[in-house]
């Protein structure tokens, strides 16, 4: 090893250290780009039905106690559907009684327009969709081994966010 790369890799190292024991809070999210790969998205959950579409991305949830793990990532995906795939999913899936709700910094541009205008402020709390909830339970596949799904009235679209307990898989390798 060089010189010069022994100082990058101290410099880096160093740089670490000192992210993982500051005070201060860092960045609430850590993202994957958004990907329209079925294949991949198909590595993390279970399809019920095949969509027509698909935009998903993961990420970390940095923790203000302490930094991003592997055990604190999630999945958002915006599936399209036929109206009767949809309907038989939901069939499948347990209704909520609360809303699926988003922060702000969870709104993501690729979000299609149908689905950002059925989003509903709730003050501090963020957003809520106003169209019912329903636990994920047709696509669970560990380690997401939660999550939630909503229809947006009058779309054919399909929200979902997932949650999971465990070390994250390379969607790439499936690993």
């Not at 101290?10 to 860092?26: H, K, N, P, R, W």
Request: hydrophobic share 35%.
């Amino acid at each position: 090893m060089t010189f010069r790369s022994s100082l990058l890799v101290g410099i880096a190292l160093f740089g670490f250290l000192v992210a993982c024991t500051s005070q201060a809070e860092g960045p609430p999210y850590v993202r994957t780009p958004a990907s329209s790969d079925l294949q991949t998205f198909a590595k993390y959950v279970n399809l019920p039905e095949k969509p027509k579409a698909v935009t998903f991305e993961t990420f970390y949830r940095a923790k203000p106690s302490r930094a991003p793990g592997p055990t604190d990532w999630s999945l958002m995906a915006v599936l399209t559907y036929d109206p009767a795939a949809l309907q038989r999913i939901k069939e499948q899936g347990h209704q909520q009684k609360d809303p699926v709700m988003l922060d702000a910094n969870e709104i993501r541009p690729w979000f299609p327009q149908a689905v950002k205008d059925t989003l509903v402020s709730s003050g501090n709390q963020g957003s809520r969709f106003a169209s019912p909830a329903y636990q994920a339970k047709p696509f669970l596949k560990p380690p997401l081994n939660d999550g939630e799904f909503t229809v947006p009235d009058g779309s054919n679209y399909l929200f979902l966010q997932m949650d999971c307990c465990g070390p994250m898989r390379d969607g790439a390798s499936g690993k």
